[in-house]
Structures are given as structure tokens and as C-alpha cells.
């Protein structure tokens, strides 16, 4: 038994649990800044999981002033009946639903349509553009945008608001911010005139809308950065903030701009990374504390609240991750929830390159209107080869599709290169994925082969319909140099001496941080690479907590250095036009990218039976590519 299924009453709001959806912002938006038809079931879907209360993305008081891309917003009467129909869709599971309101302010993207963003003190924001300084005279109009857009909430059928002043991030979190606010005003200075603004708007939305009208806030209880709101800071508010009307406080962290890891906590941070905050604002708070910041098992969902440290525990990623997450830890299914291992790949990382938020270990995430796992049809004998990240989810896939699956792995290890991953400390998360998988096979019937090499004979002989083939790639070496992979492995053992590692992206960087862990005497390491910097390709979370990692290790990195050749030890290079010798080398290591290894789809692809190809066998990628790409080939059997 469990206290997380007991009811939780914020305001005039009651919810059915104690779980919320937090706001992520992944990209799903539309111009018309109404949930499309994505968009809702993608929400949908984690009010059928069980969540008590879906907190949606931020939703901007100002219809002109867009966040990242397109924003959620009340643009007309029109788009309020719209989201009436979505609410009243989410209400029919039980489940509770607010927007997070905001003004943007710095972080607004206008400055790209020639429109420079507003700010408490003008300073560049976060994506280093200029932002100006609300002015006195514009502070009325702002706070009443605050109001309207919460009544159109209200009108629209939400079940209360968020609103957003954390991470000195946004307006409110700007003024609120003392790193931020440098105005020498009644908005400025002292905390309390930094505050102003923020009790302002909670007056103005209290009385649109009614002293009954739910609203929750987000706030950092520390900004968790030299010269920004401490905890102290933040406990003198709570007792006015109270009597202003909040109702409930969300306890985030960090500071956008200085501790981005401590908002997204990544690898290297520890779960509930913000509860300290929370149990001291929880001391002298008489209104619910909820709780953010990687809450990514069920176990510790569970014991926040069971232990009686937070009134309600918010979920991002991990509802990302397993959309059914609530109701499989009420469903006594706590082994078959998909865990989210914290990579960020698929839902920061897939944004920096300019596409939508996905997850890793749920390539359904975002995609719930479109990819349907549907029984199948027609019954296959289906074999699959390869046993990493990308055949051990087609397997799961296949399988609960209700196909005749047998997995083949040519080592005795299943999980590929996420193996050599997860051994670098900080990233241990990592290791969750492959015991979810293996586990979730065996559950589903899964026929399991290690040390099994599939050769062309054993294809063309077999009574398989369809063949899906995932054997992953081969690093790139030369000249016998170990590469990372024998690194990461224990295969090639380096603890000490002088070592130089061709290659600086993540797996390079990895490697080193690997040898310094394992090292048993005096170490050096140099690293090449070509490009501007070292270790590109991690999302910028877990970026900054590697360089802070590296910072502490025997470690020069060369970048924007090129490799020309390796004579006898001697590492030739050339660096801005010109050659030079790197020599005393006790050891070289190659880190340079992989190949794919799609020999035996070559061999088979034309036996006359279903052929398919996927993951760094057919194009070397990430985890995601593999995942994403095997589900979409099981999906269409």
C-alpha cells in the first residue's frame, strides 16, 4: 500500500492522486497555439496512464510574444471552445488539468522577427540576443495579460494554473532573479521589490478569476549559483505568497543561465535533486509542497510521499519514458515500467537539431496519433540479430505485437555499446535500459540465443518469415591501436603513462574519463580533435557536468587539430595551417566513429525472404535511431 493514491487537495481542486505531468516543452506546438490533434493524444495518453494532474507547457499571457517556436496561447473566443473540448477530453479519465502561464519575457524568440524581447533589466537572454527593460508605464498592461489569459484558462475549462517565476528564467523569474534584476526602482533591489511584480499579477489573476481559482507556483527554492535566491530567500516569500492567494508551491532549482543541470538534472545529479528546498519550504508553508527534479522511479515516488517529505511529486521525463507509469505502480506491474535513464537524448538533444522531442526507451513519445501497436494480423516466425538496444526493442515490440520472436546475439552479453557506456560514473543510468529489456523478453516469450552467430547458410535454411537484422558497427582504428571500444571493454587495460586519443567527440571523452578512473600510476592524456570543441553531441545538461568532470582530470584537449599520420609513437598533426610532431607516447588510442557492420545483410538481403536492416547496421547513430528505427519496421509487419 501506498499513500501516492490518496487524494490531494490544492485550492478548490481536488486530485485523485498525488502525481502531476510536468511542462516540457518538446517541440509539439502549432501556429495556431491550440493542442492539435499530436499534441492532445500525446497528453491523452498520460491521462490514461493513471497521472493525477497534467501540468501543459508554458502557455504565453501574450499571444505576440512566443516562447520556443510555437507556443501554446488563447488567441480568440474560437480557441477557447478548442481547448474547452481538449480539457473536457483529459477530465474524462479522472484527471486534472492546468497550463503553465507565463509571459516570456527575455526568453521570448521575437527578437528573430525583428521585435528585441522585454526583461527586468536588459541583458542578453539565454539564446544571447539583447533583451530591453519593461518599462514602469508597461508593467500595468503586462500584469493584466497575466489575468486575462487565467480567466481564458478558467473559461477553457482548466482546472486551475501554474505560474511560472523559477530559474530566473521567463519574466517573473527574471525580476524574482537578483542575478537578473539590476533595476534601481520599486521593481528592483530588495527582495521584496524584486517580488513586486510577481504579487502584483497573483492580485490581478486572484481577482479575474476568483479567490477560488487554483494557482500553483513554480519557483526555484535555490537558484543554486553564487549571487542568486537562496533558500533563505526564498522562505521569507512563502508566508506572502501565501496570503496573496497561491495555493501550492512546485519546488524546482537552478538558474537557467548558470546551472541549466541543476533545471534538467541529468547525469551526475541525484534524484529529487530539489528536495532539500522543498522540505524546508514545506516547514513553514500551510498550503501543498510538490516536488520537481528527477523523480524517475517508482520507489521514489513512492517515499516522498510515504515518508511524508513532499505533498505530491511531479513527473517529466519518466512520463516520457512510460506513459502508463502511475497506473502500472497501481497495477502491482512496477517491473514493466520503461525507465528513464536520464540521457536526454531524445527529448533535449533531438531539439537541438531542430526536431521534435522524442524518448529513447518509448518511441512512441509524441507519436501516440500516428504509431499504433496494433495485434498483428498476419502470425510471422520472426528472427532477429543483434543484441543490443535496437534488437532487443524490436524484439519487445515484435513480440507483444503477438509474433514468434527469436533474438540472436553472437557474444554472451546482450545490450551492445550501452554496455560501454554506463560504466563511466555519472552516466550508471544508463544501465537501465538493458535489464528493462531482457526483462520485458522474457516476460513476453522472447526466444533468447547467446554466442550465436547467425551465418547466411542458417537464414536461407530456416523456416523464419521476416529477418531483422541490427549488428550494430565496428569502430574505426588503425594499425592495431586499441580503439575506445577496447577501452571501455576491458579488453585493452590502460592505468597509467603517457597516452594520446585520436578523436574528441562523447565516446573519446568517455574513454579518458574511463582510463583516470582505472588509473594505478601517473597519467597523461592528450586528445585530437578536429573540430572547435570536445565531446559535441551531448545535450547541454550533461555537457556541462562532463567539462566539469573533465576540468579534474590529466586531460589536454587539441581541437581544431587534425590527424595526419603516426610514425613510430610520433603523433603528426597540424593545427592552423601548420605540422607539428607530438611525441612520448606510451600509448595511442583510436576514438574516431564507427562503421556499420551490415555484412551478413548484404549476404542475405536477396534470399526471398522479408529483409530489413536497422540501427548503426544500416547508418551509425545513437540509441534513439536504433530504437526508433526497429519499431517502425515491427510496426509495419
Known amino acids: 500500500m501506498t499513500n501516492l493514491f490518496t487524494e490531494l487537495k490544492i485550492g478548490s481542486m481536488t486530485l485523485k492522486n498525488r502525481t502531476f505531468m510536468a511542462p516540457m516543452s518538446l517541440g509539439y506546438g502549432n501556429p495556431s497555439g491550440i493542442p492539435d490533434a499530436s499534441q492532445q493524444e500525446y497528453w491523452l495518453a498520460r491521462a490514461k496512464g493513471g497521472v493525477g494532474c497534467i501540468i501543459t507547457d508554458a502557455t504565453s499571457v501574450d499571444p505576440n510574444t512566443p516562447y520556443l517556436g510555437n507556443t501554446l496561447c488563447f488567441r480568440s473566443d474560437e480557441s477557447i471552445v478548442a481547448y474547452k473540448q481538449f480539457t473536457d477530453r483529459i477530465h474524462e479519465y479522472g484527471c486534472k488539468i492546468i497550463p503553465q502561464i507565463t509571459h516570456p519575457g527575455p526568453e521570448s524568440i521575437s527578437s528573430f522577427f525583428g521585435v528585441t524581447p522585454i526583461s527586468s ?52 523569474g527574471s525580476f524574482l532573479s537578483p542575478l537578473k534584476n539590476k533595476r534601481t526602482d520599486e521593481y528592483g533591489g530588495s527582495l521584496e521589490n524584486r517580488a513586486r511584480l510577481l504579487i502584483e499579477v497573483i492580485d490581478a489573476i486572484k481577482e479575474k478569476c476568483g479567490k477560488e481559482f487554483p494557482i500553483i507556483l513554480r519557483m526555484s527554492g535555490s537558484e543554486k549559483i553564487e549571487g542568486g535566491n537562496t533558500i533563505e530567500d526564498t522562505k521569507q516569500l512563502i508566508p506572502i505568497l501565501i496570503e496573496h492567494g497561491i495555493d501550492a508551491f ?63 511529486v511531479v513527473l517529466g521525463r519518466a512520463l516520457l519514458a512510460e506513459p502508463e507509469f502511475v497506473n ?62 535496437g534488437g532487443l526493442n524490436a524484439s519487445r515490440y515484435a513480440a507483444l505485437r503477438g509474433f514468434e520472436v527469436s533474438l540472436f546475439e553472437k557474444t554472451d552479453t546482450l545490450g551492445g555499446q550501452i554496455n560501454l557506456a554506463n560504466k563511466i560514473e555519472g552516466k550508471e543510468e544508463m544501465g537501465k535500459w538493458v535489464p528493462f529489456l531482457i526483462s520485458e523478453c522474457k516476460r513476453l516469450n522472447v526466444d533468447i540465443h547467446l554466442n550465436h552467430e547467425v551465418t547466411k547458410e542458417e537464414i536461407e535454411n530456416s523456416d523464419y ?87 579534474t582530470i590529466p586531460l589536454k584537449p587539441l581541437t581544431e587539430t587534425k590527424l595526419i599520420s603516426i610514425d613510430n609513437g610520433n603523433v603528426i598533426v597540424e593545427k592552423e595551417g601548420q605540422q607539428q610532431t607530438l611525441s612520448g607516447f606510451d600509448h595511442i588510442v583510436f576514438a574516431v566513429g564507427s562503421r556499420p557492420e551490415n555484412k551478413l545483410y548484404e549476404q542475405v538481403k536477396d534470399c526471398g525472404k522479408e529483409v530489413y536492416i536497422f540501427g548503426d547496421a544500416k547508418q551509425v547513430g545513437t540509441a534513439l535511431d536504433a530504437t526508433r528505427d526497429g519499431t517502425a519496421i515491427v510496426l509495419g509487419l
Not at 538558474?255 to 519550504?281: F, M, R, T, W
Open 121 to 172: 533589466s536588459g541583458y542578453l537572454n539565454s539564446m544571447w540576443q539583447p533583451t530591453r527593460a519593461l518599462t514602469l508605464e508597461e508593467i500595468p498592461g503586462i500584469i493584466q495579460m497575466y489575468a486575462k489569459a487565467s480567466y481564458q484558462a478558467k473559461q477553457a475549462g482548466f482546472d486551475g494554473i501554474e505560474l511560472h517565476c523559477a530559474h530566473g528564467y521567463m519574466l517573473l
Open 250 to 312: 512546485e519546488v524546482s532549482g537552478g538558474s537557467q543561465y548558470d546551472a541549466p543541470n541543476k533545471i534538467i538534472p541529468s547525469h551526475g545529479e541525484p534524484c529529487a535533486v530539489n528536495l532539500n528546498e522543498a522540505l524546508e519550504i514545506r516547514k513553514i508553508s500551510s498550503v501543498p509542497v510538490i516536488l520537481v527534479g528527477k523523480i524517475n522511479s517508482s520507489e521514489l515516488a513512492k517515499s516522498l510521499i510515504d515518508e511524508n517529505k513532499v505533498d505530491g
Open 328 to 389: 502500472k505502480i497501481k497495477q502491482n506491474k512496477e517491473n514493466e515500467i520503461a525507465p528513464c535513464a536520464s540521457c536526454l537524448v531524445g527529448c533535449v538533444l533531438e531539439q537541438n537539431k531542430k526536431h521534435k522531442g522524442a524518448c529513447v526507451i518509448n518511441p512512441f513519445a509524441g507519436k501516440e496519433a500516428i504509431l499504433k501497436l496494433t495485434p498483428a494480423t498476419t502470425k510471422k516466425k520472426i528472427m532477429i540479430v543483434g543484441g543490443g538496444m
Open 465 to 551: 518469415d521476416t529477418i531483422l537484422i541490427s549488428t550494430g558497427a565496428y569502430p574505426v582504428t588503425q594499425n592495431n591501436y586499441p580503439n575506445a571500444h577496447d577501452i571501455l571493454s576491458g579488453k585493452t587495460i590502460i592505468d597509467k603513462g603517457n597516452v594520446c586519443i585520436i578523436g574528441g567527440g562523447m565516446v573519446a571523452v568517455e574513454c579518458a574519463e574511463y582510463i583516470d578512473a582505472h588509473k594505478q600510476g601517473d597519467l597523461s592524456m592528450t586528445m585530437i580533435e578536429m573540430k572547435k570543441q570536445i565531446d559535441q553531441g551531448e545535450a547541454p545538461a550533461n555537457y556541462a557536468n562532463t567539462m566539469r568532470h573533465i576540468a
